[in-house]
């Protein structure tokens, strides 16, 4: 392939995300108007319209700020995890990567693959953006499943919420489970790929152990930057308790933690932003966990709306900006190697 060639899919390549990105906004302001329109036509939706209506505007203030937050916060856990990435080109990136997720009916792997996309667009090697890729979504997801077993723990051992073992040990054991077998698969994979010939096979069981490893050692060989991937979830689940506030309710920690995280499974439907299927899990996973539905209801689309459009709103800028520094180059280290030069 020559380089005019290689030019022209690079532009066919990028026109794909704009159009995906905008047919993305325009779901969101359809979906929108569809949430609105039900809330004033439906009767039974009334006490959620007059919620939402009177909420208390400095509190959703609070929860946009923090929801700008969480996106800082995921921009310092991309340059943790891509930790030679000009921080400019790397911020970007991963903005990028909260619009795709936001408007794009992508899920969270696919955000990443057109951050992958951006990465080596600018010369980055696929192979190794590929596997770095790979840890950040392990490194998020382990956050996430540390954060399930120790809210369930909490409200097992007596915080505030409903006493259902059902409801509390058993969303921790699972979080165990899963952290557990994440913990012990290089282990396995290490005996696969004593058996395995050489091949494509084992060359992807080889990198899937690596990125499990250098995850296993930002979770539990953490420098200060793990604020971010901690601060990614935290701050976005204290938008959910802002918005909570703005209503005129304060729901107990532990209960909407677990409601937050067992309704976001749901994001693995592609919806584009998760409209009506997010919407619907959270709201039911509240209300099982003893929220009232109609302040569940107002303060989950309250919280949803701003957990789309900043992101959205955002990273579309950024995403814009990254189209004139097509040609700056990124250098990646090896995090492995770095965390070894300074043990020594």
Not at 167 to 181: D, E, N, Q, R, T
Not at 189 to 211: F, K, W
Not at 294 to 319: N, R
Not at 330 to 336: E, G, Y
């Amino acid at each position: 392939m020559n380089s005019d060639q290689s030019s022209e899919l690079e532009q066919v390549d990028a026109a794909k995300a704009r159009r995906s990105l905008r047919n993305g906004f325009i779901t969101l302001v359809l979906g929108g108007a569809l949430v609105i329109g039900l809330l004033l036509a439906v009767p039974g939706l009334e006490g959620v319209a007059d919620t939402v209506s009177n909420m208390k505007t400095p509190w959703v203030l609070v929860a946009v700020l923090l929801e700008i937050l969480s996106c800082a916060s995921y921009i310092v856990a991309f340059l943790q995890v891509f930790n030679r990435a000009p921080f400019r080109v790397g911020a970007r990136v991963a903005l990028s990567e909260e619009a795709f997720g936001a408007a794009v009916s992508l899920g969270g792997v696919g955000s990443l693959a057109v951050g992958g996309w951006l990465m080596v667009e600018r010369g980055a090697p696929p192979r190794r953006i590929a596997q770095r890729s790979a840890v950040l979504f392990l490194y998020t997801s382990a956050i996430n499943v540390i954060t399930l077993i120790l809210a369930g723990l909490g409200l097992f051992l007596g915080l505030p919420g409903p006493s259902n073992p059902l409801l509390s040990i058993l969303p921790a054991l699972v979080g165990v489970v899963v952290l557990v077998l994440f913990l012990l698969l290089p282990r396995y994979v290490d005996r696969i790929v004593r058996r395995t010939g050489p091949g494509r096979l084992q060359a992807v069981l080889i990198e899937t152990a690596a990125s499990v490893r250098d995850t296993e050692r930002l979770v539990f060989h953490p420098d200060w930057r793990i604020v971010g991937a901690i601060g990614y979830l935290w701050f976005d689940i204290a938008v959910l308790f802002a918005c909570f506030a703005a209503a005129g309710e304060a729901p107990p920690l532990a209960p909407v933690v677990l409601a937050y995280q067992i309704g976001y499974l749901s994001n693995f439907i592609p919806v584009p932003g998760g409209i009506g299927v997010l919407d619907g899990s959270m709201i039911g996973m509240l209300v099982l966990y003893g929220t009232g539905g109609t302040v569940a209801t107002a303060a989950t689309l309250v919280y949803h709306a701003i957990s789309l459009w900043v992101p959205a709103v955002w990273g579309t800028i950024a995403f814009i900006l990254l189209q004139k520094t097509k040609k700056q180059p990124i250098v990646l280290r090896n995090p492995t190697e770095e965390l070894r030069r300074r043990s020594d």
